[in-house]
C-alpha cells in the first residue's frame, strides 16, 4: 500500500490571516501521507520573510518538510525579484532522480511539470509527477499534451505512475485528453468510498475542492497507472478552510 496526497497550498500566506505555515505543517502531519504534491510553494518570499523565518526557517519547503518527509524535490517555477514559486514533492522513500519542466504557455504565467522517480521499499521505482497547469483552457490543452509526451518518453508503460496537482480544469477538458492520452484512472472516479464528510457528501463525492469556503470547481484532480484504488477522498471541514483557498485529495493505492 502506498498513500498520497496532493494540495495547493496557496503560498502558505492569506491576505486575512498572514502566514499559514504552521496550520499547514499541521496539515501535512494530519494527512500523514507517504508521498505528497504540492502546488504554490513560495519557497522564498524576502517580503514576508520576518515573522515566518524566526518561527520555520529560511525556506518554505524545509519547513513543511519537518522530520515528516526526509526526501524532496523542489521546481520554482515562478522566479522574481524577491523570491521563487512552484511545484514540490515531499517523499517518505527515496527520491533517485528528479527534473523540472517548463511548460509555461505564454510570458505572463510560469508553469512547470515536476517530475521525480521514487524508490518503493517494495516494488521498486514510482513515478510521481506534480503539475500546476494555466487559467486558459487553450494553455492547459497544450500543457496536457506536453504531459501526454513527456509521460510517453520518459515512463515504461509497466512502470507504476502517479499524476497529481491543480489542473485548473473547471471544465473536464483537460481530464478527458489526460485519461485518454495516457490510460489514466482519477481516484475519485475509482473509488467507492469517496465521501470524506457526509455534511459535504455531494460535493465532496464529485471531487470538488475549490473555493475551500464552499468546494464547488473541480480544480485538483490525482490520477494513478498501474494501481487499483483502495481508497480516495477530499478532505473537509471548517480547520481545512482556513488553511488554504483549496481543499487537498487523499488517496490509498495498491501497486
Not at 501521507?33 to 518561527?55: G, M, Y
Not at 494555466?134 to 520518459?154: D, P, T, Y
Not at 489542473?167 to 470524506?196: R, S
Not at 484532480?221 to 473537509?236: I, N, P, T, W
Request: charged share 20%.
Amino acid at each position: 500500500m502506498i498513500t498520497v496526497a496532493t494540495y495547493n497550498i496557496h503560498k502558505a500566506h492569506s491576505s486575512i490571516h498572514g502566514c499559514r505555515l504552521s496550520a499547514l505543517k499541521d496539515g501535512l502531519s494530519e494527512i500523514d501521507a507517504d508521498v505528497i504534491c504540492l502546488q504554490e510553494v513560495q519557497d522564498i518570499n524576502t517580503k514576508r520573510h520576518a515573522i515566518s523565518i524566526e518561527e520555520h526557517g529560511d525556506l518554505q519547503t524545509i519547513a513543511l518538510k519537518g522530520n515528516l518527509y526526509p526526501y524532496i524535490a523542489y521546481g520554482a517555477n515562478a522566479i522574481y525579484k524577491h523570491g521563487n514559486h512552484g511545484n514540490a514533492i515531499l517523499s517518505k522513500y527515496p527520491i533517485q532522480v528528479w527534473q523540472n519542466i517548463d511548460i509555461s504557455d505564454h510570458k505572463f504565467e510560469q508553469r512547470g511539470i515536476l517530475h521525480a522517480i521514487l524508490e518503493h521499499p517494495n516494488h521498486g521505482k514510482i513515478h510521481v509527477i506534480c503539475v500546476h497547469f494555466g487559467l486558459f483552457k487553450s494553455s492547459r490543452a497544450r500543457q496536457a499534451n506536453a504531459l501526454i509526451e513527456h509521460v510517453k518518453h520518459s515512463v515504461l508503460d509497466n512502470e507504476p505512475l502517479i499524476i497529481a496537482g491543480d489542473f485548473n480544469d473547471w471544465n473536464l477538458h483537460v481530464h478527458h485528453i489526460l485519461c485518454q492520452g495516457l490510460e489514466l484512472k482519477d481516484v475519485i472516479e475509482n473509488t467507492k468510498n469517496n465521501i470524506a464528510d457526509k455534511r459535504y457528501s455531494k460535493r465532496i463525492e464529485l471531487g470538488r475542492t475549490f473555493p475551500s469556503l464552499a468546494p464547488w470547481f473541480k480544480l485538483d484532480r490525482l490520477y494513478v497507472r498501474g494501481f487499483e484504488v483502495q481508497d480516495a477522498h477530499v478532505k473537509s471541514g471548517h480547520i481545512w478552510q482556513k488553511r488554504s483557498d483549496h481543499m487537498p485529495i487523499q488517496a490509498t493505492l495498491k501497486i
